[in-house]
């Protein structure tokens, strides 16, 4: 039985090295935008002297008027 293989050439194996890698360990955009809600909303509270409920409430209230400008 004679099998036609085509033999990568080097940047093919470079890049499916390099495309492995980051499909193993680089983390869905699904948790950096979770991790940087978060860090801001630490971040917020003490310089602006807010309560967590009131800086909520300006985040939610000003993420529903974006879409009626």
């Not at 050439?9 to 699904?30: A, C, E, G, M, N």
């Not at 948790?31 to 985040?59: D, E, K």
Request: glycine share 4%; net charge neutral; aromatic share 14%.
């Amino acid at each position: 039985m004679n099998t036609l293989t085509q033999e990568k050439t080097l940047l093919q194996k470079i890049s499916q090295f390099f495309v492995v890698l980051l499909q193993r360990y680089l983390p869905d955009p699904f948790i950096f935008a979770i991790v940087l809600t978060l860090v801001v909303f630490v971040m917020v509270m003490p310089s602006t002297g807010q309560s967590p409920m009131h800086v909520v409430n300006a985040w939610a209230g000003g993420f529903w008027e974006l879409p009626s400008v």
